[in-house]
């Protein structure tokens, strides 16, 4: 039997990502998924397991948190033990997150070649984390897989010995895929019926908002004195922060627990405006015609912008997110008027695996 193509993910939206692409994946070859265990609360990581059926990793590196270096480094020497036992003939990351850098990081160093999926995306801020794993990981994968023209076109001038291929995004693959479970917003804690569609469905979970206490504190203000109710998930890292700037949060916005990905969908779908600091639900408001306000001074996703379903706000200005959020709720009637094409048709993941199968075979181009 041929060596099996890897697959690693370790955060949220990754296990989500992992689990259309193994399916897809397994058209090519046998197929190992390798979660790293950054995330493993329940409702960051198994949720996913128990709600979507994704199917349990073949193994777990059981990391979890730490710094940045600790995490990193835990992930890599974890990663590199379990390659030398298993040999795979390629490695396949997705995203740029820390399990993403590490786990390519300990392929290539052990001649095995990386694929890198949602490749080509910048922020333009070098100090950000996920920019520095994208930056790495892009410059030691084998193979690009990018999700619009755009981003492609630098990676082919950048890496020339890099096979670079347009597929689309895998997390549009995925919507796709669940829409036709996604619960009514009733099924969700903390969604009040009275509502109906006048609400903001707002997460925040990076480091560089959340861990800036005064970035935080004026962004929760913004939210406090939004034109229609917040509903605002959390991740641990916002609650811990919110706990330990005492913060009394305004009655207009109510705080949940982190929602599982259905749920997240069954929210975004019936909100009037959706505020985010986040990148998938980003292009998630954009692919359901949801307006979306985020609340950062870029994006990787220029296009949603481009066509007038998102907008930007630096959470330095978050004191203009109430007029931002009356902006975008008033567009809620016109979701038809942007083009929802940008990433992709939903079947990225195919299109990878057909890459993958026109791949000549072989295993890991070196050995130590
Ligand atoms: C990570 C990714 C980020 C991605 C996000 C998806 C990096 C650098 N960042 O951010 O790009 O958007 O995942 O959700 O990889 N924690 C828990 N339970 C968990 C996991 C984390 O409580 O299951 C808490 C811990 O206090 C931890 C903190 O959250 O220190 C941050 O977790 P970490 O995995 O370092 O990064 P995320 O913020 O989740």
Not at 258 to 273: F, K, N
Request: proline share 7%; aromatic share 6%; glycine share 10%.
């Amino acid at each position: 039997m041929s060596a099996p193509i890897a697959l690693f993910f370790g955060t949220r939206p990754q296990v989500i990502k992992a689990s259309v692409l193994r399916d897809c994946l397994a058209a090519v070859g046998p197929v190992v998924a390798v979660d790293t265990g950054q995330h493993y609360d329940y409702a960051l990581q198994r949720v996913h397991y128990d709600q979507l059926g994704v199917r349990e990793p073949d193994a777990c590196l059981d990391v979890g948190s730490g710094s940045h270096a600790a995490q990193t480094g835990a992930i890599l020497a974890a990663c590199e033990a379990w390659l030398e036992q298993h040999r795979p003939r390629l490695a396949v990351v997705i995203g740029d997150t820390n399990s993403t850098l590490a786990c390519a990081l300990a392929a290539v160093k052990g001649g095995i070649p990386v694929a890198h999926v949602e490749a080509g995306l910048r922020a333009g801020d070098r100090y950000m984390a996920e920019e520095i794993n994208r930056r790495v990981v892009d410059a030691i994968a084998e193979l690009l897989f990018a999700p619009c023209e755009r981003v492609a076109g630098p990676l082919r001038d950048r890496f020339p010995d890099a096979r670079v291929e347009v597929v689309g995004d895998v997390a549009h693959d995925v919507l796709r895929r669940a829409l036709p479970r996604v619960p009514p917003p009733t099924s969700v804690a903390g969604y009040d019926p009275g509502w109906g569609g006048d609400f903001v469905y707002a997460t925040l979970h990076r480091a560089e908002l959340v861990d800036a206490p005064a970035r935080l504190r004026s962004v929760m203000d913004g939210l406090g004195r939004s034109p229609l109710p917040c509903l605002l998930a959390t991740h641990p890292r916002t609650a811990a922060a919110l706990a330990q700037l005492g913060y009394a949060t305004q009655p207009r916005v109510r705080v949940v627990e982190p929602v599982g990905y259905l749920e997240s969908i069954a929210l975004a779908r019936h909100a009037a405006a959706v505020v985010t600091d986040s990148g998938g639900l980003q292009r998630e408001a954009y692919w359901l015609g949801v307006p979306c306000v985020t609340v950062r001074a870029e994006t990787e996703w220029l296009e949603t912008v481009q066509c007038g379903a998102n907008r930007l706000i630096a959470p330095e200005h978050a004191s203009g997110l109430p007029g931002a959020i009356a902006d975008a709720a008033s567009g809620r009637r016109a979701p038809d008027s942007w083009d929802r094409g940008a990433y992709g048709d939903g079947h990225a993941a195919e299109r990878i695996a057909g890459v993958l199968s026109r791949r000549p075979q072989g295993a890991a181009s070196s050995s130590r």
